[in-house]
C-alpha cells in the first residue's frame, strides 16, 4: 500500500510565525491530497485539498503546495493563532481510491 | 444536513461481548468509511463501501470485526468478542464519491475491560 510519512510529528510555534508540515508519499499516480485538522476529543475535518493538476492552493492563513516530481505535499500556515493548535493530517489518495492517513503532526501555537 | 451520524457515543463493555457501533452517513454520499484511532497505531482505515458493496477490507483487524452496509443510510461494524485491544475511537466517514472530501462523524469511544 501507500507509504504516507509527516514531518514533524511535532511542531511549538509563537503566535503569528509561519508552520510548515510535510507529507510525502510514495504511489506517483496518486491524484487527490486532502489535509485534515483535529482538535482535541473531536472529528478530523477537511481544511484545503489540492489535485494532480495544480501546484499551489491558497484559502485565507492556509495553502498547500504539491511537488508531484519529488512525491511531496505541505501545508502552510501563516499568521498563526492558538486556535491553530491541533493534529494535521495528510490524507494522500492512491490509484486504487484508497486514503491514508500520514501519522499527524501536533502543531502548538504558543500565545 | 445533520452530517454523519454515529452510535452510540461512548461504550463501555466487558471482554467477550458484542460490540455493534452504527453509522448513518450524509444524504447523496455514495461512500462510507470506517477508521479506527488510537494513539499507538494513529488512524486506520479498516474497510470502506462505495454504493454499499465492500470495494477493501483489507484493514479490518481479524475475524472478530464484521461490517455491514444493508442500505445508502445505514452501516454497522461489529466486534464479537470484543477485547481490550479493540478500546480506541471508531470513526465512520462519507464522501460524495471515492475521489472528494471525507465527512467525519463525532465518532464511537469503545472502552472493552
Known amino acids: 500500500g501507500e507509504n504516507v510519512e509527516q514531518h514533524p510529528s511535532t511542531l511549538s510555534v509563537q503566535e503569528g510565525d509561519s508552520a510548515v508540515i510535510k507529507c510525502t508519499y510514495s504511489d506517483s499516480a496518486s491524484n487527490y491530497f486532502p489535509w485534515y485538522k483535529q482538535e482535541l476529543g473531536k472529528r478530523p475535518q477537511l481544511i484545503i485539498d489540492?489535485?494532480?493538476?495544480?501546484g499551489e492552493k491558497k484559502d485565507q492563513r492556509i495553502a498547500v503546495t504539491l511537488n508531484k516530481t519529488a512525491k511531496h505535499f505541505s501545508l502552510h500556515i501563516t499568521e498563526t493563532q492558538p486556535e491553530d493548535s491541533a493534529v494535521y493530517f495528510c490524507a494522500p489518495q492512491n490509484t486504487g481510491n484508497q486514503f491514508y492517513f500520514g501519522t499527524g503532526t501536533s502543531l502548538t501555537v504558543i500565545p | 444536513d445533520a452530517g454523519v451520524i454515529q452510535s452510540p457515543r461512548h461504550e463501555v463493555t466487558e471482554m467477550g461481548q458484542e460490540v455493534t457501533l452504527r453509522c448513518k452517513p450524509i444524504s447523496g454520499h455514495n461512500s462510507l468509511f470506517w477508521y479506527r484511532q488510537t494513539m499507538m497505531r494513529g488512524l486506520e482505515l479498516l474497510i470502506y463501501?462505495?454504493?454499499?458493496?465492500?470495494?477493501?477490507d483489507s484493514g479490518m483487524p481479524e475475524d472478530r470485526f464484521s461490517a455491514k452496509m444493508p442500505n445508502a443510510s445505514f452501516s454497522t461494524l461489529k466486534i464479537q468478542p470484543s477485547e481490550p485491544r479493540d478500546s480506541a475511537v471508531y470513526f465512520c466517514a462519507s464522501s460524495p464519491d471515492r475521489e472528494e472530501t471525507q465527512y467525519f462523524g463525532p465518532g464511537t469511544r469503545l472502552l472493552v475491560l
Open positions: 463501501f462505495n454504493n454499499n458493496v465492500p470495494i477493501d
Open positions: 489540492i489535485r494532480s493538476n495544480v
